[in-house]
């Protein structure tokens, strides 16, 4: 299988991992090659957003990526201080009352994670590799993609330095920001220029004593020798971070001048050591391409943006996620290849929306502080005639709230491609922190709580990797129709009725169908990737011709029809 995988994923990141997950729980045979010998042991990515856990959950692996942050505060408090022994300057909490926790109940059935990608990493590789259908091999670099109509051909070195090829159906190009597989397919890239380059130093110290108390997870800081952010990871293991302008060469920046960094931002004599020091810069960028072929790219190697919101690693898990149910539907379902052009229409046009709220959350930190020039401000920012200075500062924090309460943005955006069949309603636009729910085709369906068996589950659990189709109480149309078109297609279906199969905990089985926007006689259709591809508000009068007519058309099953008209004529000539 290693020699011939179905799919070959070139990076084994979060999000190459990911996808051989996806892919391997069904069957796919999938070989991961990743060109670092062990997996992360530094943090890069942090903070796993709620839609991504839902996404862990479908897959077993959200309970496991729980546990690893065990012990650490459950709110997120963001604080703002000239030195960590210093002054104060305001924080911002995403705390649970009682209505932010009714809401987010209402919104989903997880909580966002602050975990790191080393520590969840090897979770998922360990999760992933288990699967007799995934192998993983480390210390292997891809040198050469080779492209034809049936196959693609990857020619790597192994771990000893040995040449090797392997022959793949399809390429996942998972494999960062200098991604090989971009490059060897000479796609180009679209964004901003960098507005800085972040130093990033990873160390152990114990600073309970001159924290006091506080267990804020991000503390800013700001004065005249310094200006970044402390990032807990563990009780005693911290990063931080600070700035070099825009075109500054990151080799140039010493450990000495980290250890000053680190230490002007403390304030006073702790002892610390420092493990690791790298850098990243505030740049967006978005793949012209995302697919070639029989190649396709995601996560870093499709769209990179600075870190504040968090959406870069999440947006990638979430690319997984769309591209990997769409294989299955073309490896094993006989779906057509419009199927698997619809992954760059609908996830580049997320990528490039998210990328501008990044560099706009990056342009809001200035309020704070943040890329500070501003010397008259940073002179006197500890001096007692610095007051209004900090008062302007302690003023820009609230705008910083859309970076922590993005559920708008994580929850509220809706495809539009062939793969999701139109119903004529009009769109329902969420915010970047207002999440409006909604049932209309393209949209993430809806997470509901309800009673199945006497249990009570999230909607979101009944995913199986099929379509699920859930109707109003007055079904029977539907599952017939349900019925006749997993037997003509072959592909699954599920049928599970609101207000009989699965019961609203409050006994109005009304609410629950005015949240999808159904009539007790209505349906709608949720694809392996828990979006809406069809819905029928008040039903139909031949639900055997609308459900099969959705079906085929959100897997181009037509396009199956001309491939297969093309390889006869091909087969004639």
């Known amino acids: 299988m290693s020699d011939n995988p179905e799919v070959l994923i070139i990076g084994g990141g979060p999000v190459g991992l990911s996808a051989a997950l996806a892919l391997g729980r069904a069957g796919v045979t999938c070989l991961v090659l990743e060109r670092r010998t062990e997996f992360s042991r530094y943090p890069k990515a942090n903070g796993v957003h709620a839609r991504t856990m839902e996404i862990f959950r479908e897959w077993g692996v959200a309970e496991p990526v729980r546990e690893l942050t065990a012990g650490m505060p459950d709110e997120v408090t963001i604080a703002w201080m000239t030195r960590l022994n210093g002054i104060e300057l305001g924080q911002l909490t995403l705390g649970e009352t009682d209505e932010v926790s009714r809401v987010f109940d209402e919104q989903s059935p997880e909580r966002m994670s602050t975990v790191g990608q080393h520590m969840f990493e090897p979770v998922l590789a360990h999760i992933a590799g288990d699967l007799d259908s995934v192998t993983i091999n480390l210390g292997c670099e891809v040198v050469d993609l080779t492209l034809d109509e049936a196959s693609v051909t990857a020619t790597y070195t192994d771990h000893t330095g040995a040449r090797r090829t392997v022959v793949a159906q399809y390429v996942i190009g998972a494999d960062g920001i200098r991604s090989v597989v971009r490059r060897t397919l000479g796609v180009g890239e679209h964004g901003e220029a960098s507005l800085g380059t972040a130093i990033n130093v990873q160390f152990d110290a114990d600073l309970d004593a001159i924290l006091g108390g506080r267990r804020s997870p991000i503390i800013w800081i700001i004065n005249a020798d310094t200006q970044g952010a402390f990032i807990r990871d563990s009780p005693t293991r911290w990063r931080y971070n600070f700035e070099i302008p825009p075109g500054a060469d990151p080799d140039t920046v010493t450990h000495d001048r980290c250890e000053r960094e680190v230490a002007d931002a403390i304030g006073e004599t702790v002892p610390f050591k420092v493990h690791h020091i790298w850098s990243w810069s505030h740049d967006l960028a978005v793949t012209d391409r995302w697919r070639e072929g029989r190649v396709f790219l995601m996560g870093d190697a499709a769209h990179h943006f600075p870190p504040h919101g968090g959406f870069g690693m999440n947006s990638g898990i979430q690319d997984a996620h769309n591209l990997a149910w769409k294989l299955i539907a073309k490896l094993r379902w006989g779906a057509g290849d419009g199927l698997l052009d619809s992954y760059e229409i609908e996830r580049l046009p997320v990528a ?186 008040g039903g139909s009068d031949n639900e055997h011709k609308a459900l099969s007519g959705a079906l085929r058309q959100i897997l181009d099953l037509a396009g199956t029809d001309r491939d297969m008209d093309n390889s006869r004529a091909r087969s004639v000539s």
Do not use: C
């Open 352 to 537: 490039e929306f998210n990328g501008e709220k990044m560099m706009e959350n990056t342009r809001q930190l200035e309020k704070t502080g943040f890329l500070s020039q501003d010397k008259s401000l940073l002179s006197v920012i500890e001096t007692d005639s610095g007051e209004q200075a900090r008062r302007a500062i302690a003023e820009g924090i609230p705008a910083q709230r859309d970076q922590l309460a993005s559920h708008g943005q994580q929850f509220g955006y809706q495809y539009a491609s062939g793969a999701i069949v139109p119903d004529g309603t009009e769109m329902v636009v969420s915010g970047v922190a207002e999440y409006r729910p909604t049932a209309r085709p393209g949209a993430r369906a809806p997470h509901s709580w309800v009673r199945s068996r006497g249990e009570l589950i999230s909607t979101i659990d009944v995913y199986d990797g099929g379509f699920v189709l859930l109707t109003g109480p007055d079904n029977a149309g539907w599952v017939t129709a349900a019925d006749q078109v997993r037997a003509e297609l072959a592909v699954p279906v599920k049928v599970l009725g609101l207000g009989t199969d699965l019961l609203p905990v409050d006994e109005l089985a009304d609410d629950l169908l005015s949240r999808y926007g159904l009539d007790p006689a209505g349906a709608f259709l949720v694809r392996p990737d828990g979006f809406v591809g069809f819905r029928s508000i």
